[in-house]
């Protein structure tokens, strides 16, 4: 069993410098193991940051700080720490193929419907938003209703239709996973995991799916403080997967006017202390269709590595989200103008 304690923190970072040689790096990465500390080197396009975990007593900064080829030494301050800026300045990439790379240079754009209801269904609207430009496809086969009563999914049958459509039309797909009973089949059917608003904070789940080593979207929780939606985060990058991607979905306060509101706030200081890419999803922030483009547009303006929308070929019989979903007519609206917002962060 881990506990607490066999848990190392990320406690310093040390930048390289530019022209430090290899040898210089594998005697920084000696000398730290010799202070029974842990190092973790990452390779940078320009140069090389060792992250340096265990406990703080065993540091000698100043004997490291004079190494050959030591440029400086950070501190990392943040109490999240492999999420933080801090301990790796240059922006991640999350890559699900050659095509589709969150943080690469180019938005992405996800959509599909809120819930897969049929094979027809699905394909339709699958083969509409490929035609119209959508980079990914999405689809709940399990879906966290807030009524018992409501649709809840097509369950495995919903993920197996999602694969093959999604192969059919040569589209990578994400679909949420709520449940470790599920994992099987995530880690077999789909490109990347997404973590609902509603188990952001279902550390389990969170660490059982991040151990896969998929791709993973995780959307910020109703009510998440953004330290609490960096700390989620951690947990999943403790577990050594690095294919995280965020998502702000819009978050509860005393405005109710629409459905949630999308907090660009928040998604613009995330990309200023985080590494990580990060996405807006208009459909559940807004609750309501027409909003979609604005709060597209504002949130690539605002930093965002892309997009998740929901579209559907017959919103009003929508089993689920039907008044958020774009038709096929407004998602190629979307599509001429929103991906133009989008400016690219290094
Ligand atoms: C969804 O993407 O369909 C969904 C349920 O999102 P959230 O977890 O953000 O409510
Ligand atoms: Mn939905």
């Not at 950070?74 to 991640?92: A, M």
């Not at 339709?124 to 399990?142: C, D, E, P, S």
Request: glycine share 8%; with cysteine; proline share 5%.
């Amino acid at each position: 069993m881990q506990n607490n304690n066999s848990i190392t923190e990320p406690i310093m970072i040390i930048v390289m410098d530019k022209n430090a040689s290899q040898e210089m790096v594998d005697h920084v990465l000696k000398v730290v193991k010799e202070h029974d500390l842990k190092p973790e080197p990452m390779y940078g396009t320009q140069r090389v940051a060792i992250g340096v975990l265990g406990e703080k007593s065993k540091l000698d900064e100043g004997k490291i700080s004079r190494l050959p080829g030591v440029k400086e030494i950070l501190i990392v301050s943040k109490p999240y720490k492999r999420v933080s800026r801090e301990y790796q300045p240059e922006s991640s990439q999350v890559k699900i193929n050659d095509d589709v790379i969150f943080g690469g240079g180019k938005p992405v754009i996800i959509a599909g419907p809120c819930g897969i209801e049929s094979e027809e269904q699905f394909r339709t609207i699958a083969q509409g938003v490929k035609k119209l430009g959508a980079n990914m496809l999405r689809g709940g086969a399990f879906k966290p209703r807030t009524s018992p009563y409501s649709f809840q999914g097509m369950g495995e049958e919903g993920l197996k239709l999602m694969k093959k459509i999604g192969d059919e039309v040569g589209l990578p797909i994400v679909s949420e996973c709520i449940s470790v009973d599920h994992l099987d089949l995530f880690a077999e059917y789909v490109d990347m995991i997404q973590l609902g608003a509603r188990n952001m904070q279902n550390f389990d789940l969170l660490t059982k799916v991040a151990k896969l080593g998929k791709p993973i979207l995780l959307k910020r929780g109703l009510s998440a403080y953004v330290d609490e939606f960096l700390f989620a985060a951690e947990y999943i990058l403790n577990e050594g997967n690095k294919d995280l991607v965020l998502c702000e979905r819009g978050i509860r306060t005393f405005e109710n006017s629409t459905r949630n509101i999308l907090d660009l706030n928040s998604l613009a200081l995330i990309k200023e202390i985080s590494h990580l890419p990060i996405i807006a999803d208009p459909s559940h922030a807004a609750g309501r269709y027409d909003l979609i483009s604005p709060l597209s547009r504002a949130a690539l303006a605002a930093g965002a590595d892309g997009i998740i929308v929901e579209v559907h070929n017959k919103p009003d019989e929508a089993l689920s989200d039907g008044k958020q979903s774009l038709t096929f007519e407004s998602f190629e609206n979307f599509m001429k103008t929103a991906p133009q917002y989008y400016c690219h962060h290094e």
